[in-house]
């Protein structure tokens, strides 16, 4: 039962993921250092399967680690999981991801918009966990 709801988690966070971007897509795209072409699209998509594959394993691993700390830290209601789930975005993966753009000199937009998504994404796995 804990692998199914891993990949539910994964999966709703990945969707999630799906509607940020496309959302934000007019503000994420300049700031990413994607080349555009002149029509304000990706000029070189890449690998589509590598990449949202490797994006669809990382979700697991995220996912799988959060059910761990949730499950070890004895965190057994809704409110408890969204709250850890947020915290571990906030104070976990933003602040890494802002590190990293901050040595590479990215705009701080790009910290904004995938902060945004680590600590929502992070609350709907954990909501997804606390509910299967």
Known sequence: MEFISVIAAALAAFAYGAVHYTVLSKQWL???????DANGRPAQAGNMLFQFGSSF???????????????????DTLGGSVVS?????????????????????RPIM???????????????ISAVLALI
């Open 85 to 105: 789930g947020l915290g571990i975005g906030a104070f976990f993966i933003l602040p890494w991801v802002w590190m990293n753009n901050t040595y590479t000199s």
């Open 110 to 124: 790009l910290t904004v918009i995938d902060g945004a998504y680590s600590i929502i994404g992070c609350g709907i």
């Open 57 to 75: 394993i990382a979700m697991i691993l995220v996912a799988g680690m959060m059910r761990h700390v949730l499950a070890t830290s004895g965190v």
């Open 30 to 36: 300049p700031v990413s250092g994607v080349k555009l």
